[in-house]
C-alpha cells in the first residue's frame, strides 16, 4: 500500500514507480475504436493487446475489440511479416472490417519489423484498407501512440484532391462525453465540422440487447479522405494532436491550428473565437447562457474553493486543462504532473500559472505516483484532481479525490460526461465544490453541520 511511501525524498533516475502513464499502443488502439468499422490489430504478443484491451474496457465499461499478430518464438526471431499477413487474411475472413489499424508493440519494434514493406505486400481485398503506426512503449505514452495512430489514418488515407467545407477536428485524447460536447459547440455556431476520430457511440453506446463487433458511429473512410481538402483543421490538445496537425500540413497543404484543450472558461472562449474567425458566424444565445450560469455557480461556491491546494496529475493534455479550470475556480494548485515526458508541458503549464497570482507549484513531467506522494507527504494538499490511480494516495493521506482524466477504472459513467466547454466546466465545478464541501460536514462539530450552506 501506497502509505509505506517514506518521507524522505532520495534522488533517483532510471527508475519509475508506480507509474503515471501507460503504454503507446493503449492509445493507438483507442484512436482506431473511433474509425467506423475499424478493427485496431496489435503487431505483438497476445499478452499485450490482453492488457491494452482491458485497460479500455475498464475505463469505458464497453469491450475494446482487437486482433493480434499473436508472435511466439518464430516471430520474435525472424521477424512478424508471416503472422501479419495470415492475421490480415483472418480478419477480412472472420470479422469483415472496413480497415485494419495495426500498431507496433514493444516487441515488433526491437526486433525491426518494417511494417511499411509487410503491408505493401498484403493481399487486401477490393475497397478493404489497412494502415499501421509505430508505437514502441519504450518512448512517450499511450497519448503519443493515440497521435500516432491519427496521424497513420491521415498519412494513408487523407486525399488532397477531396473538397470539404467542413472544419477538420482532431480531438485528442478525450472520453466520447467530450466529443459530444464538441459536435454540440459545432451545431449551435452553425459550423460543420468532421471530428477524427469520434469514439461517441462505438465507446459509449446504448444497450441494444444484441452485440456488435463494429457499432455504430466512428469515423467513416470517406470523411478521413474528406480531411485532406478541409477548409482548416483545429487539432486539439498540444501533445494528443500535434504529430496529426505536422502530417496532414504536409501531406496535404491543410492549415492548421493547434489549440489547447477547450477545458475552462478563457480556453472555451478562445475556442470559440477562433471559430468565429474562420467562419464569421456568431456565439448563439445558448452559449452564451451556458456561460453565464457556470460564472454564476463558480461565484456562488467560491467561498469552498477559495485558496485550497490542489494536486492535479494525469495526461498532459487534460492536466493543462484541469489547471485552468482549478485557477478558475480559486484553487491554488501546489502539484502539477503528468507521467508523460516532453519539456513543452512544463512550460505551458508555467504559462498558465503566470497568469493568475497563486504561490510557486511543482510542475514536471515524466513524474510517478511516488513522487507525488512524497511532495504530499512532505507538503500536503487539500484535495486531489486526477486519474484512479490517485485513490491510494487519497486513502493514505486522507485527502478527498476527485476523478477527472483517464483512466478512471473504480466509478462508472465517467467517459459520458464533459470536461471540455462550459458544460464540462460546470461538472468539474460541481465535482470540487461537492468534495470539499462533504469533507467539511465529514470534520465539522455536530453544531456546525448544516444543511444550509
Ligand atoms: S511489452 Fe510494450 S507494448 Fe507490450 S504491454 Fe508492455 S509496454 Fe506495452
Known sequence: MLDQTPKEIIARSGICINPLKTCQPVGALYAALGVHRCMPHSHGSQGCVSYHRTLLTRHFKEPAVASSSSFTEGASVFGGGANLKQSVKNIFDVYDPDIIAVHTTCLSET???????????????????????????YVGSHVTGYGQ???????????????????????GFVNPGD??????????????????PDPSDTLDGPMTGSYQMFPEGGTSLAEIRAFGGVKRVLALG??????????????????????????????????????????????????????????????????????????????PDTVAGLLSIALELGLFPSYVVTGTPGDAFVSQCQEILQEYD????????????????????????????????????????????????????????????????????????????????????????????????
Open 111 to 137: 526486433i525491426g519489423d518494417d511494417l511499411n514493406s509487410f503491408i505493401l505486400e498484403l493481399d487486401i481485398p477490393d475497397g478493404k484498407r489497412v494502415v499501421h503506426c509505430n508505437t514502441p512503449s
Open 149 to 171: 495512430m491519427v496521424a497513420g489514418f491521415i498519412k494513408y488515407l487523407a486525399a488532397k484532391e477531396e473538397k470539404s467545407d467542413s472544419i477538420g477536428v482532431f480531438p
Open 179 to 196: 466529443i459530444r460536447e464538441l459536435k454540440k459547440l459545432f451545431k449551435l455556431m452553425g459550423v460543420p465540422a468532421m471530428i477524427l
Open 238 to 315: 498540444l501533445l494528443a494532436s500535434k504529430e496529426p496537425a505536422l502530417v496532414i500540413k504536409s501531406r496535404c497543404g491543410v492549415e492548421t491550428d493547434l489549440l489547447p484543450q477547450p477545458m475552462g472558461i478563457a480556453n472555451t472562449d478562445a475556442f470559440l473565437k477562433r471559430l468565429m474567425d474562420l467562419t464569421g458566424h456568431t456565439v448563439p444565445k445558448e452559449l452564451e447562457y451556458e456561460r453565464g450560469r457556470l460564472i454564476d455557480l463558480l461565484l456562488d461556491a467560491n467561498q469552498y474553493y477559495y485558496q485550497k491546494k490542489v494536486a492535479i496529475f494525469g495526461d
Open 358 to 453: 497563486v504561490p510557486p507549484a511543482k510542475v514536471k513531467a515524466g513524474s510517478d505516483f511516488f513522487e507525488l506522494h512524497q511532495w504530499i507527504k512532505n507538503e500536503p494538499v487539500d484535495l486531489l484532481i486526477g486519474t484512479s490511480y490517485g485513490k491510494q494516495i487519497a486513502k493514505a493521506e486522507d485527502i478527498p479525490m476527485v476523478r477527472a482524466g483517464f483512466p478512471i477504472l473504480d466509478r462508472y459513467g465517467h467517459a459520458h460526461h464533459p470536461l471540455i466547454g462550459y458544460e464540462g466546466t460546470r461538472r468539474l465545478a460541481e465535482l470540487v465544490a461537492g468534495a470539499l464541501m462533504d469533507r467539511y460536514d465529514r470534520d465539522c462539530p455536530d453544531e456546525d453541520l448544516d444543511v444550509v450552506m
